[in-house]
T-cell receptor, first 117, second 114 residues
């Protein structure tokens, strides 16, 4: 069974640009949650999509957005990139809509490492 | 407010030693879930265990064991007879029933020297 696939693995962007990251969950999983990991702030929850609807949202500015398609694949978009957006972005796939937590096991991808210069 | 504290930033031991990673949490919910994840250098978070707040039984899985104590709000993780392959960053996380998103500790970097 294929795991969670995140593309691209590495990305370098310039300040002010926008970026789109992709996450393909495990087959049959309908929930995709996104997390940002930085050395300073650690792991922080961005948002969760379940059956194409955003179910939960963390405390990030509106520059961070996402969507989910009917095949459960999800994309995350960051507009007007800032240096502080440099991070490892991880997505988690789960059967139920639990934002990666709750009583449901979540499976994480290897992440996309975004560097903003 | 909910919070997870992993006071040990980095631990270094020699292979075959036992090592305990500490995790202390704060929550006002009576129903919550606690997790441990391992993050090897490849970056992905590997699920190790989930415990709900009503299940205080300790758990053992091979060389891994977990000690959940509600009285001290702790959920500690012990690796017995550590191996070099155990080297990674380990995260403890909390998820409340009122909002399932994971609240993460800062992580403990574990270095096992041969």
């Amino acid at each position: 069974k294929a795991g969670v696939t995140q593309t691209p693995r590495y990305l370098i962007k310039t300040r002010g640009q926008q970026v789109t990251l992709s996450c393909s969950p495990i087959s049959g999983h309908r929930s995709v949650s996104w997390y940002q990991q930085t050395p300073g702030q650690g792991l922080q929850f961005l948002f969760e999509y379940f059956s194409e609807t955003q179910r939960n949202k963390g405390n990030f500015p509106g520059r961070f957005s996402g969507r989910q398609f009917s095949n459960s694949r999800s994309e995350m978009n960051v507009s007007t990139l800032e240096l502080g957006d440099s991070a490892l972005y991880l997505c988690a796939s789960s059967l139920a809509g639990s934002s990666g937590g709750g009583d449901t096991e979540a499976f994480f991808g290897q992440g996309t490492r975004l560097t903003v210069v | 407010a909910q919070k997870v504290t992993q006071a040990q930033t980095e631990i270094s031991v020699v292979e075959k030693e036992d090592v305990t990673l500490d995790c202390v949490y704060e929550t006002r919910d009576t129903t919550y879930y606690l997790f441990w994840y391992k993050q090897p250098p490849s970056g992905e978070l590997v699920f190790l265990i989930r415990r709900n707040s009503f299940d205080e039984q300790n758990e053992i899985s091979g060389r891994y064991s977990w000690n959940f104590q509600k009285s001290t709000s702790s959920f500690n993780f012990t690796i017995t007879a550590s191996q070099v392959v155990d080297s990674a960053v380990y995260f403890c996380a909390l998820s409340e029933d009122s909002n399932y998103q994971l609240i993460w500790g800062a992580g403990t970097k574990l270095i096992i020297k041969p």
